[in-house]
């Protein structure tokens, strides 16, 4: 059993589908990836802040999933960070309709001494800053250092963010983030040329599109399993994160073949994610379930064909 340290967003979210309209949820990054990665052996911890405003009864889900929150700062008067977003029909572009920061603009992010040696660091959708501070903390190079960011940050904080990702080893970045990220529109060329920015290996999500490895030369894909309904999509780009990770740290293996299978747990878990609203469906799975979707997920993908 691995070590994971989780550092994003613990967040209220306001969600509209064209399925519905939530008022203020639990979301934000560090929950979905804590979620999903809580579905493997591994011991973690989760770095965040937030408000008074935050109801205890959240922070029992980090607790019951043995997910250490001592490094989750609350701040005294002060406000959760707060995102409202709205979906297209598609439901596979969304507009922001805000972003409060609250008390994420003067978080000063302190690593729990027991994970300043993690094996694996999932730097989560936060501000750069925040990410480089956890990583100055680490008293050991972990074996693999994963980033995930957004839009928001590349129009807010392009060079910090440029500073993160010469220290780290995977970018997960969904396709229209990795185009803003690079200025191309072939996701190959985009992923190339991130490549010489820092991390070795690129993750591209395209939603239900399915997920893109690259590394060096090689390109490996994973479909996104065909659902009959998509509810909502908030989160998904983070459980498929925590699931990608998760599976790493239980394995501590971060071979190619392994990163590989990694994207096939975090494209697993992203499935169960936008059954329903938020955090609601991850807050329910079960193992035995998580196991036959990855069963249906190897059918999917399996063929025998005859190359000579
Ligand atoms: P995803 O759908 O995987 O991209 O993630 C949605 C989650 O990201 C929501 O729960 C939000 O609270 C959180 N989020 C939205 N904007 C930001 C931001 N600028 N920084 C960090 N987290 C964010």
Redesign the pocket.
């Known amino acids: 059993m691995g070590k994971l340290l989780i550092v994003?967003?613990i967040?209220?979210?306001a969600i509209e589908t064209p399925f519905g309209k939530t008022d203020k949820i639990l979301?934000?990054?560090a929950?979905?990836i804590g979620l999903a990665a809580s579905q493997f052996d591994v011991q973690s911890a989760v770095v965040s802040v937030v408000g008074d405003d935050f109801p205890e009864e959240y922070m029992d889900i980090f607790a019951n999933l043995n997910i250490d929150t001592s490094a989750v700062e609350r701040v005294k008067g002060g406000k959760t960070?707060?995102?409202s977003?709205k979906y297209h029909n598609d439901l596979n572009s969304?507009d922001?309709l805000s972003?409060e920061?609250n008390v994420?603009a003067d978080f000063n992010p302190v690593v729990p001494e027991a994970f300043r040696n993690a094996d694996v660091v999932m730097l989560?959708?936060?501000?750069p800053n925040i990410q480089l501070s956890v990583l100055d903390q680490m008293t050991k190079r972990p074996q693999l250092l994963v980033l995930?960011t957004?839009n928001?940050?590349m129009d807010n904080s392009w060079d910090e963010l440029i500073q993160v990702l010469k220290r780290i080893d995977v970018i997960t970045i969904?396709d229209e983030e990795a185009r803003q990220l690079t200025g191309e529109y072939s996701l190959v060329r985009a992923a190339s040329k991130i490549q010489t920015m820092g991390p070795k290996y690129v993750v591209i999500k395209k939603g239900e599109h399915g997920a893109l490895l690259f590394h060096d030369e090689s390109v490996f894909f994973a479909p996104a399993l065909p659902l009959e309904e998509v509810f909502d999509?908030?989160?998904?780009?983070?459980?498929?994160?925590g699931g990608f990770v998760g599976y790493l740290a239980e394995t501590k293996n971060t071979s190619f073949n392994s990163l590989r299978n990694a994207v096939i747990h975090g494209s697993n878990l992203a499935s169960f994610c936008v059954e329903k609203f938020?955090t609601e469906r991850m807050l329910e799975i079960n193992k035995a379930e998580v196991d036959r979707r990855l069963r249906q997920f190897k059918e999917l993908t399996q063929f025998d064909i005859e190359l000579l």
């Open positions: 994003g967003t967040a209220f979210d979301g934000g990054a929950t979905f960070f707060f995102w977003g969304r922001t972003t920061l994420l989560g959708n936060l501000h995930d957004m928001f940050w969904n999509p908030t989160g998904a780009g983070d459980t498929f994160a938020g």
